[in-house]
């Protein structure tokens, strides 16, 4: 019986004792789920692009063409980030787009052409960004799609080139009034005008200009005998590579080849006639093409003169000069003295050949007046970059100094430009 | 010292030619039975007084005895658990029945490893827990080496089912370098890999007769590697257990499992062993466990640097790099930024900004496949062994032994190893003498089809589509980032939506083209593109050992002994730099120890010392010198000094593997300097500095043995009418040249700018085609320190109830930063235990509570490092005793709140395990 009441007793309390210690002990702790990482949304707002598009009043026009083309939803879609050049309503209308009912009236490719081109897909670029201080601007695909990467999956799309100074923001050329609207998804930029796409390479831009008769058949004469992309003509054509071209109007050329002319005929004793002859033949574009003047007018120099418009770099990793940017007006410096490399400098060293200069003067946001000046003087003798300034002249479309091609951007300029 | 020798050689001869001649003409026959519950004892011992014959009772208690002494004689009878009894003996033709009556074994059991030599525990010179057989038949552990990790100042990291590593005074993990595991005198590790693979190969629960461990430095005795501790499992002597024993367990276990559904655990036990005559003796074992293992499903992600990381934040869905614990071909990774995204930028210049305004480094992983999708959950254990026994003399015997396991289990290395058909044979002969023993025995490992997990699921990623190329994956994957970027996307949905694209086609887990390519890839060896590791890795050990004590006991005692030890590393390549053939490392090593009792046995004084040298390290030379002050009956003080060191275990000294990152793991002989250039391509330090872009040169010192200096005291007494229990400890230990790894990163074409940009350091870590980052073995220079205590209570409650309580602490200090200690240790742990060996009607009932409970665990493997929360375990058993059949009844239990835990990060979470058993004879 004492046993027994021990056995209880002891039983009892000592289970009662392992009991409490196990209650009181904490339980073993589950293994952890893995934890997702949160990504809050481009910024912090709550509101998307698409929303605010669909909400502000300023923004009616760009919301019925982005509406138009389906592009809306894409834009609320909080798994996507954007950055938008928007033009509001006031920018269309100065881009001559008085109202949502205009939108309506356009062809679907041009609506497109707009929302798409506005939008840089995948990225939020702020006008704090220091890439777009790098000169002359940051290319950017936009969501225009124009093509496949050859080979690839990848689309090709048209390009932009934002780019930042101390005095402003741009698309391309088109100041941004009023940046770094930020949103969940992305920011807006909104900008003075519309952004339009380029249409057509700087070699149907040039060739169809009325007064660029005189360049078009100096490509062709300086083009005797090369091939491929070796051929001016080609590369002004070849629609991914990015150009500037400084583009003498055909009175510039006519003064510099009735000089050529001149100079070479007045050796003999009567000047008036050789200034008549000079006149003559060099009225029109065919001088390019005339037999007689080919001592005179010989394929490298005319290449080589070309050669000194197209703006060129080297890039890291390379070993001559390319075409290979694109320089808007307001991409230029605003001080004097600031050389930009040419092809010229694929075979004359910057050392020897600094290239073309050239100066910016602003009224307000726009480029009022883009001057160049070349090495050269006509007539020859003068002391280096000495000779007058070439002017850019007005775009008559645009109102602006600039011609914008899918594949890079051109300068009509009053004065051929000479790297010697 | 040539004196001596003679002394040993003329000991042994005349042992064994002095055969006994004695007429056979008095055969006394008896029965032995417990006074309590009148059932029959087996495997008492019998003996005649004053002299050295002597018998066991069979499984039924009886006995059978010719004694060598002529009648009328005393009769000995004796065993642990019972008050010894002397029966006067004056006919043989008397049946004698002598009822033995129990008694407390509190303190009472008999320890050999301490000191080589047979002792009470409650006199050993060093701390040293015991575990007999009667605690494997009322313990709850599902099995007998479970019991291990119950003990005080013990740590348990279960890497699976089957493969538990125990581990002592620090430095845990998934196979302990630090512990030597020795099963009937055999070294017990597969030479591969220096340690035990658990409890694969080895003694079968109804064989096995104690278990004894050591905790702390034991090199002075039991050789290098024992710096931590020694573990000595003993089998049942077939003269003494006789009889057929078997043990049936059949279990659930995956309760509630979130990786795996429950599945039942089946335990196949038998025992077989008959004395033929008073000269010969033999038995055989088998166990056969089956089972579905745990699952380790860690899926958080984790931020890998060579065989460094964390965990951090980041699913499959979130983070494009991710790269879960337990998740594996997620291991490959590519900055698609460089390798991709930047020519292709290159080749279309008009995208090179915005390829540019992404990040520096984008990082990707391939998709990978959880652990539990393409691991074969069935695990199995089998294992068989024999032994045959002849007695040359009434003290000497031969004997022959084999020991065969096989089985699957998963290790937790530097990666998370499939062990498939893995076979280990151990086989010795050796002639035993009470005086000394000459021992021969060798390990055959063959890794059978093991393969490692991780790089199998890699390399069955490649073998469906390859990383590289245009038509890789990686470029598929760069492309649709790039697609998806242009359509809008943000960058994490661009990741997610390539992912798919690149994944197109992708082999499901359990797929028939999965298994195809995965059952093809595995098969392949490691050396030749696959995951198969080859692992035939042989062990050959002669040794031997003499008790001078008879000669030299009115000085002192001496014993003396030594051993030769050969391994052949055979891993084909996969493994080891051995692609050109067999890598032999021997090892030799002798030791002698002196005891000396003073003061009326009050004080014992023992010395020891031994030597050892392997082809690859300087000898070395290590003393033990303890104390054992009797301050009362049955009370004793211990102090200790020990030296202890340790070799590099043959991986560290011969490893040639590429693991989970890529980080090549290499041996410490100079040999790999020299292969891998480091004199000519510098390797440089990785660590926070290199990170930032600042890389410091690395110089590779001469791999040296480590050593530990052990100080140690502790008391062990019975107080309160000898029912108490007490034993405590407390050490401190400092470490000299403490092996550890480091990792060091070398650029593939010797330009240290690939290290110098800190946004693109990390990828070019990652990237083989940059750099190749070592993990290298090497020693600390300055000392590590680690120090700790223990304490445990046993009260022996009347009517056979015990309550014990321990708790212990091991603490690590002074590792330099940038070391990887892999201490793994709790500060703390506790334990209790409430149990009962018979009570009610005929003692019939028994059970057995025991709960543990650590702390938390910062754990460094080379595999993964992390956290490990505290955990606790309760495991519970009651059972009931059928006399007359002998047969016992258990229901019990493992983690029965089955609250899941892992105790090694990256091993396999283990929950509740309910069983229930059958055993029949079992002793």
């Not at chain 2, 790894?741 to 870590?765: E, M």
């Not at chain 2, 445990?792 to 930063?817: E, K, M, R, W």
């Not at chain 2, 703390?828 to 009607?841: D, E, I, K, L, M």
């Amino acid at each position: 019986m004492k046993i027994n009441n021990f056995n209880k007793r002891a039983v009892s309390k000592i289970s009662l004792l392992l009991a409490t210690v196990i209650v009181a002990a904490s339980c073993n702790k589950p293994l952890p789920d893995a934890m997702p990482i949160i990504y809050a949304g481009a910024n912090a707002s709550t509101v998307s692009l698409g929303s605010v598009i669909n909400s502000d009043t300023t923004y009616s026009i760009y919301k019925a063409a982005a509406t138009r083309v389906g592009a809306l939803a894409m834009l609320s879609d909080s798994t996507k980030v954007f950055t938008i050049f928007l033009p509001n309503n006031a920018a269309f209308r100065a881009s001559g787009i008085a109202s949502e009912v205009v939108i309506g009236l356009l062809p679907i490719t041009s609506v497109g052409g707009i929302v798409q081109y506005s939008i840089i897909p995948g990225e939020q670029f702020l006008s704090t960004d220091t890439t777009l201080t790098r000169f002359p601007n940051l290319q950017l695909p936009t969501a225009l799609t124009i093509g496949v990467l050859p080979g690839t999956t990848v689309p090709l799309k048209m390009t932009i080139f934002p780019s930042k100074r101390s005095n402003g923001f741009w698309a391309n050329n088109i100041p941004v009034v009023a940046p770094d609207l930020k949103f969940q998804n992305g920011v807006i930029h909104l900008v003075g005008a519309v952004v339009a796409p380029p249409a057509q390479t700087l070699k149907g831009d040039l060739y169809s200009n009325p007064n660029l008769t005189f360049f078009k058949a100096a490509i062709a004469r300086a083009d005797s005998g090369a091939s491929g992309l070796n051929k001016l003509d080609s590369l002004l054509g070849y629609g991914v590579t990015n150009m500037t071209v400084l583009a003498p109007n055909d009175a510039a050329f006519q003064t510099l080849l009735f000089g050529l002319i001149y100079t070479s005929l007045k050796q003999g004793p009567d000047s008036n006639y050789a200034a008549q002859i000079a006149q003559a033949l060099s009225a029109t574009p065919a001088v390019f093409s005339n037999p007689a003047l080919y001592s005179v007018i010989t394929p490298a120099m005319v290449k080589g003169i070309l050669a000194y418009h197209f703006l060129a770099t080297i890039a890291r990793g390379d070993t001559s000069f390319k075409p290979n940017i694109r320089v808007f007006s307001n991409n230029f410096a605003t001080t004097p003295g600031v050389f930009y490399t040419t092809l010229v400098n694929s075979s004359v060293p910057p050392l020897l050949q600094p290239g073309v200069m050239a100066q910016a003067t602003f009224t307000g946001p726009f480029v009022s007046s883009l001057q160049f000046k070349g090495a050269g003087t006509f007539p020859p003798g003068g002391a280096p970059y000495s000779g007058a300034a070439a002017n850019a002249l007005v775009n008559p479309a645009t109102g602006l100094l600039d011609h914008p091609g899918v594949n890079g951007n051109y300068f009509v300029i009053d004065k051929v430009l000479l790297p010697q | 010292m040539r004196r001596i020798f003679k002394c040993v050689a003329l000991g042994i001869m005349a042992n064994i030619l002095s055969v006994t001649a004695f007429a056979q003409s008095n055969t006394i026959k008896g029965n032995v039975i417990d006074s309590n519950t009148s059932e029959a004892v087996p495997a008492v011992s019998v003996t005649v007084k004053g002299s050295g014959a002597g018998t066991y009772t069979d499984d039924k208690g009886n006995f059978s005895l010719n004694p060598d002494h002529p009648l009328p004689l005393t009769l000995i009878v004796s065993s642990i658990g019972y008050t010894l009894k002397e029966v006067q003996v004056s006919s043989a033709s008397n049946f004698i029945t002598v009822l033995l009556s129990p008694t407390s074994i509190l303190g009472q059991e008999v320890v050999v490893s301490a000191t080589r030599t047979p002792s009470r525990i409650l006199e050993s010179p060093v701390t040293i827990e015991r575990i007999s057989a009667a605690n494997i038949r009322n313990t709850a552990s599902v099995s007998y080496y479970d019991m291990i990790g119950k003990l005080k100042g013990v740590d348990m990291v279960t890497a699976s089912l089957n493969f538990s590593s125990p581990s002592t005074r620090g430095f845990n993990g998934s196979g302990n370098l630090r512990l030597n595991q020795i099963v009937d005198g055999m070294d017990n590790q597969a030479p591969g890999l220096n340690f035990s693979v658990g409890n694969v190969v080895g003694i079968s629960e109804l064989d096995v007769e104690s278990i004894e461990l050591l905790p702390g430095a034991s090199s002075a005795l039991y050789g290098p590697g024992g710096m931590n501790g020694a573990l000595i499992i003993n089998s049942k002597d077939p003269f003494k257990y006789q009889g057929l024993s078997f043990q049936v367990k059949t279990g659930i276990m995956n309760i509630d499992n979130r990786s795996s559904k429950a599945s039942p655990y089946y335990n196949w036990n038998v025992r077989w062993a008959q004395k033929v005559s008073d000269k010969f003796a033999f038995k055989f074992t088998g166990e056969l466990i089956q089972a579905k293992d745990w699952v380790a499903d860690d899926y958080r992600d984790y931020d890998r640097l060579g065989t460094t990381g964390g965990i951090k934040a980041g699913t499959r869905e979130t983070d494009p790099n991710y790269d879960g614990v337990n998740v594996y071909g997620d291991e490959t990774t590519v900055d698609i930024k460089s390798a991709v995204l930047n020519q292709l930028a290159q080749a279309a210049p008009f995208y090179k900004p915005y390829v540019d305004a992404l990040p520096a480094s984008i990082p990707v992983s391939r998709t990978g496949y959880q652990e539990n999708r393409i691991l074969n959950p069935n695990t199995v254990n089998a294992k068989l062994s024999g032994e045959l026994s002849y007695k040359l003399t009434s003290k000497t015997a031969l004997n022959a032994a084999g020991y065969w396991g096989t089985g699957n289990t998963v290790y937790t290395g530097s990666d998370r190893y499939s062990l498939l058909n893995l076979k280990i044979g151990q086989y010795k002969i050796e002639l035993v003498n009470p005086h000394w023993f000459i021992r021969g025995y060798t390990t055959q490992e063959n890794a059978g089809e093991s393969y490692n997990a991780t790089v199998t699921t890699r390399l069955l990623n490649e073998a469906w589509k390859p990383s590289g190329g245009t038509s890789g994956w990686y470029y598929q994957y760069s492309l649709a980032f790039l697609n998806a970027k242009l359509g809008g996307a943000s960058d994490i949905s661009a990741h997610n939506a390539a992912r798919a694209v690149a994944d197109q086609g992708r082999p499901a887990a359990g797929s028939q083209q999965f298994k195809d390519i995965f059952d093809k890839v595995r098969s392949i060896p490691i050396s030749q593109g696959g995951g198969l590791f080859v692992d035939k890795t042989n062990l050959y050990n002669v040794e031997g050992q003499y008790d001078l004590s008879q000669f030299t006991s009115n000085v002192v005692d001496i014993l003396v002994g030594a051993n030769y030890k050969r391994y052949e590393l055979n891993s084909e390549g996969t493994l080891f730099a051995d692609s050109t053939g067999k890598i032999p490392i021997n090892e030799y090593g002798a030791y002698v120890q002196a005891t000396k009792r003073l003061a009326n046995d009050r004080l014992k004084l023992i010395a020891s010392a031994r030597y050892d040298k392997n082809d690859n390290f300087d000898g070395r030379f290590t003393p033990r010198f303890s104390a054992v002050i009797k301050v009362a009956e049955d009370n004793n003080i211990r102090l200790s000094y020990q030296q202890a060191y340790r070799f590099g275990s043959t991986q560290q000294q011969y490893i040639n593997l590429r693991v989970a990152g890529g980080t090549a793991l290499i041996g410490g002989v100079k040999s790999f300097a020299e292969f891998y250039h480091f004199n000519t391509n510098p390797i440089y330090a990785v660590n926070p500095a290199l990170l930032a872009g600042n890389p410091q040169l690395f110089s590779l010192p001469k791999f040296k043995a480590e050593t530990v200096n052990s100080f140690e005291g502790g008391y062990k007494g019975l107080l309160l009418e000898k029912r108490l229990l007490i034993d405590l400890y407390g050490y401190y230990g400092v470490y000299k040249d403490f092996i550890t790894r480091t990792n060091v990163a070398q650029s593939v074409n010797g330009n240290i700018n690939v290290f110098q940009d800190p946004n693109t350091v990390k990828a070019n870590l990652n990237n083989p085609l940059i750099s190749t980052t070592y993990s290298v073995p090497t020693n600390v220079s300055g000392d590590v320190t680690t120090y700790g205590y223990g304490l445990s209570f046993t009260y022996s409650l009347p009517h056979n109830f015990t309550i014990s309580a321990q708790g212990s602490s091991d603490i690590l200090s002074g590792v330099p930063d940038n070391f990887i200690a892999s201490f793994n240790t709790p500060k703390y742990r506790a334990g209790a235990t409430f149990s009962n060996t018979g009570f009610g009607p005929q003692n019939k009932m028994g059970f057995d509570f025991t709960y543990r409970w650590q702390d938390d665990v910062n754990y460094q493997g080379d595999f993964a490092t992390g956290f490990i929360p505290a955990f606790q375990t309760l495991d519970a058993q009651v059972s009931y005793k059928l006399p007359a059949q002998k047969v016992l009844l258990k229901l019990g239990g493992t983690n029965i709140l089955n609250q899941y835990y892992r105790n090694g990060f990256g091993n396999a979470s283990i929950g509740g395990l309910y069983y229930f058993s059958i055993g029949y004879n079992l002793f």
